[in-house]
């Protein structure tokens, strides 16, 4: 196997009771109470390489959560393996604790009734960061996250936006070489939004570190990954760069052009059709085949034509990724 997170045919089943509805169905139920098996996470395999971000994406209810609960050791698999910087995080929770730093938006995993500089104290402590690094690192975090504001205020005061930024620091307190975000900025506003995203991007470029990252927020995932794994009932249906799943779902795009000698002889490209004209000006499109990204046709119109003006229509990411479930939910 090799990535710093490395997951091989992982699998969860949760198995639960269900009461029947009605008086003499909770009666039933409670002398012979009826077992559903609910898979999930099945058979999901992946890599994460050193230093890359990762966005795991998928419907509610997919199994992303599930997932990172495996990663992170909360959880233990009904079958396959995980590791995690060389280690099976839910053999040897606590080595997986040293490795990894983990942030689930809507928990917090500082002290409720403390300041937040006492709970990073405690923090610091626990993980034996030597002190002059303990300073080192807060500055920095200070300096992308905007912390020292509220340094001194208890975390049950703290905003949302406020303490999500003081956990992600927290999880990083002590340099682990992996990170789980588990929908990070759920609720948070747009400028606090990205602050945390450029605090993202500095860690994984500047640190290398390494990212696994849940998200509904379609932004983000343009904004920050380069690669998605996207899961749907709890499998896995596609494993690509956003470039590629644009190419796979997202054929929707156009190239409007205007031509300066109105007069010149327009043809197909490879992968592009010509879908209007009118005189000078042309409006290309995919012709259906392996066509290139609206990046690449763009080049190649620009390459092959002389024009005064050129515009782009992509379809956003949002309906790039509904296609692809919609895709995934016919499978
Ligand atoms: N402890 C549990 N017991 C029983 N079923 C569970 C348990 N935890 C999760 N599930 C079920 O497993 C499935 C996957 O849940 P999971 O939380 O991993 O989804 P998710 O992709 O993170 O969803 P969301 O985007 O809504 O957070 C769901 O159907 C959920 O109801």
Redesign the pocket.
């Known amino acids: 196997m090799s990535g710093a997170i490395q997951v091989r045919g992982l699998s969860r089943t ?1 198995h ?1 009771t269900v009461r029947r509805p009605g008086f003499a169905g909770a009666l039933r139920s409670l002398v012979a109470p009826e077992r559903v098996a ?1 898979h ?2 099945s058979d999901i395999t992946f890599d994460v390489d050193s230093g890359e971000l990762l966005a795991l994406l ?10 990172i609960k495996m990663l992170t050791g909360i959880l233990t698999p009904s079958s396959g393996e995980a590791r995690v910087a060389g280690v099976v995080p839910y053999q040897d929770r606590e080595r997986n604790a040293r490795n990894i730093g983990a942030v689930f938006g809507q928990r917090t995993q500082l002290w409720w009734d403390l300041p937040v500089r006492e709970s990073f104290t405690i923090l610091r402590d626990i993980y034996e960061v030597p002190k002059a690094e303990h300073s080192a690192r807060l500055a920095e975090f200070d300096d992308l996250l905007a912390l020292s504001s509220f340094w001194d205020t208890r975390v049950r005061h703290l905003s949302l936006g406020q303490r999500v930024r003081c956990d992600l620091a927290a999880a990083l307190l002590h340099d682990p070489p992996v990170v789980f975000l ?2 990070p900025t759920i609720g948070m506003d747009v400028v606090v939004k990205e602050q945390v995203r450029e605090f993202l991007r500095y860690q994984v470029e500047q640190r290398g570190r390494t990212v696994l990252l ?1 998200t ?1 927020d379609m932004t983000e995932v343009e904004r920050l990954a380069e690669r998605v794994v996207l ?1 749907n009932h ?1 499998r896995l249906v596609l494993d690509g760069t956003l470039d590629e799943i644009r190419r796979k779902f997202g054929s929707t795009w156009q190239v409007r052009a205007t031509l300066t000698d109105p007069h010149t002889e327009v043809v197909a490209l490879p992968g592009i059709a010509v879908v209007r004209r009118e005189g000078a000006r042309v409006v290309f499109g995919p012709d259906g085949s392996a066509a290139p990204t609206v990046h690449q046709a763009l080049k190649s119109v620009i390459e092959r034509y002389e024009v005064t003006d050129i515009a782009l229509d992509e379809a956003d990411l949002e309906d790039v990724m509904r296609a692809a479930y919609i895709q995934a939910e016919a499978v």
């Not at 998928?58 to 997932?67: R, V, W």
């Open positions: 949760f639960t609910k999930a996470v998928g419907p509610n209810g997919a199994g992303k959560s599930t997932t588990d929908e849940t509904h899961v709890g």
